[in-house]
């Protein structure tokens, strides 16, 4: 059976994220691994996303890696995506949002 490899950011939340989809598939008998990717957005913090190509920066490596075949689905926040998104690599499905009042605030 093949395993199903899991691209994602290498940050604590996209790890997170991927997880969920690894269990999700672990409980239906589908054997798959996590394959973390670091990306150009991981790489440079000394600078704002404008001044480095904005926010596809957090996902190129992952299409990347996905065109060569170094994984067979990528994990991403819907907050790294850019508003286009390459015809090839298509949003295949959406987890459910949690709760959104889920926050803490604190003074500045």
Do not use: W, Y
């Not at 008998?29 to 790489?43: H, L, M, Q």
């Not at 850019?82 to 298509?90: F, Q, T």
């Amino acid at each position: 059976m093949k395993t199903v490899r899991i691209g994602t950011r290498g940050s604590a939340l996209a790890l997170a994220q991927a997880r969920l989809l690894l269990e999700f598939l672990c409980e239906r008998g589908i054997s798959s691994e996590i394959v973390p990717i670091r990306t150009t957005g991981d790489r440079i913090q000394d600078r704002t996303l404008a001044e480095i190509g904005g926010k596809g920066l957090f996902v190129r490596e992952l299409d990347q890696a996905l065109r060569a075949g170094l994984c067979d689905v990528a994990v991403h926040s819907c907050k790294d995506l850019p508003m286009e998104l390459p015809a090839d690599l298509p949003v295949l499905g959406c987890s459910a949002r949690e709760n959104p009042r889920d926050v803490l605030v604190l003074p500045a």
